[in-house]
């Protein structure tokens, strides 16, 4: 069985830091693109910052600067570490999995919350 488990998520002050750990279970993460992306209330999921089985990053415009992904394979982890949190950066949070066929594994979300 195939489990992906977020963490790291809560509430914090507008400028503050988070660090969210992905941790996955039953695949070995080495072999999939890795990827985090949010979800607020009333929006669409978004990505937010994505990394390579060879471990190149892109990210969202709104967190280029403030987030930064990192994948520990040996872990069969990936993290996001999030810096200069804003009250836009208040979401539920989710780790994806994807292979190169597109087929892909979702965690269940980690709830973000930045206040003003």
């Known amino acids: 069985q195939v489990q992906l488990v977020e963490s790291g998520g809560g509430l914090v002050q507008s400028g503050g830091s988070l660090r969210l750990s992905c941790k996955a279970s039953g695949i070995s993460l080495r072999f999939y693109g890795m990827g985090w992306y949010r979800q607020a209330p009333g929006k669409q999921r978004d990505l937010v910052a994505s990394i390579t089985t060879g471990g190149m990053r892109s990210y969202a415009e709104s967190t280029k600067g403030r987030f930064t992904i990192s994948r520990d394979n040996a872990r069969n982890m990936v993290y996001l570490q999030m810096d200069s949190l804003e009250p836009e950066d208040t979401a539920v949070y989710y780790c994806?999995?994807?292979?190169?066929?597109?087929?892909?594994?979702w965690g269940q979300g980690t709830q973000v919350t930045v206040s003003s």
């Open positions: 994806n999995a994807k292979l190169s066929d597109n087929s892909d594994y």
